[in-house]
């Protein structure tokens, strides 16, 4: 633990606890706004624990992915301002909220923005943005997950508020989640988180973990990074593919064992349509490809069809990126606003890509 950089090294970390410890102080209550993937889910049932156990007043918010769309939204910041939150906190999300952020602000929310995205060149707003990808951040580790970024936050909360750092590395095993499902390297401080969240997922005080490794016939068997990621992260992910994201932050938190058991059957189910799902549209985007593209000359893949489900086509541009070995782009058709999912190979950087076709686009 001691081998951890020092939180505050990362730039608005200070700010962001400051801001955080007086809201403590002054008995407000605090919004926690997740994405809707495994990393965003994590980061906010990790924040929702520790808050939890340092006795403050939490709530949290899961965007819909189909009526919300990707990041921060209004529904979201309006949900905040109807609670009587003082602070909006995102996960995972937020780097490029332009919009949003003044939206927040015009409501009064001061918002603190976590991410791990790379960002624009200009930052939105906010009251602070911990990102240690930020231009001006000289955060010596750059390969944190948006997970790893809140667990930061939380120890530095515990650093400058007197709390017991025993709050943050309890939920450490949720964190570990996040942190496999991303994909990040497992080096240098992600190494040591999951080296103590999978120790503690071996102590079983995580009931809806629990829950996912008797769903997932993990009981008994050693947990590995790769297990996490190809049996457990992928009953996580369902949960926002075709429906309520916000189940697996309820999984995540909950202390009751039925309805842990309850939702952990429930995403089992829906990731076994998932599969499903997935294969019929990955046969058809590879159809669409050798019918239709002329690989010869094309250096990148981009598929539409109006009947493929948006909760699935990041899986299915993940197909045909490896499939092909170029960048490739899955659109879900729509006739109001279609939605996209992109998967880049090294060397192409796709998010510079799409800055050059910004205004064409809407998110």
Partial sequence: MH????????????????????????????????DYDVDGTTSAAFLTLFFRSINVDVHYYIPSREKEGYGVSNQGIDYAKYIGADILITCDCGINAFEKVEYANEKGLDVIITDHHKPEKT???AFAIVNPNRFDCSYPFKGLCGASVVFKLALGICEKGG???????????????????????IQDENRIIVHHGIQQMNKKTNLGITAL?????????????GRLVFWMAPKINAAGRLG?????????????????????????QENNRRKDITLKITNDALYMVKSNCDL????????????????????????????????????????????????????????????????????
């Fill in 3 to 34: 081998q951890l950089h020092n939180p505050f090294l990362m730039a608005d970390m200070d700010k962001a606890v400051e801001r955080i410890l007086s809201a403590i102080s002054d008995n407000k209550s605090i919004l926690v706004f997740g």
């Fill in 213 to 225: 490794q008797k769903t997932g016939g993990l009981l008994g068997k050693d947990i590995t990074v």
């Fill in 296 to 363: 010869e000359n094309e250096n990148a893949i981009v598929l539409g069809h109006k009947n493929w489900h948006p909760g699935v086509i990041g899986i299915v541009a993940s197909h045909i990126k490896e499939e092909f070995a170029r960048p490739a782009i899955i659109i879900s058709l729509d006739d109001a606003e279609s939605r996209g999912s992109c998967r880049s190979i090294r060397g192409f950087d796709m998010v510079d890509a799409l800055g050059e076709c910004k205004n064409y686009l809407t998110g």
């Fill in 123 to 125: 930052l939105p707003n």
């Fill in 163 to 185: 709390y017991d750092p025993k709050h943050v590395w309890i939920n450490s095993d949720v964190v570990t989640l996040g942190i496999a499902a991303d994909l990040v390297p």
């Fill in 244 to 268: 309520d994201a916000s189940r697996a932050v309820k999984l995540l938190t909950t202390q009751n064992p039925v309805l842990a058991k309850k939702i952990a059957e429930e995403l089992e």
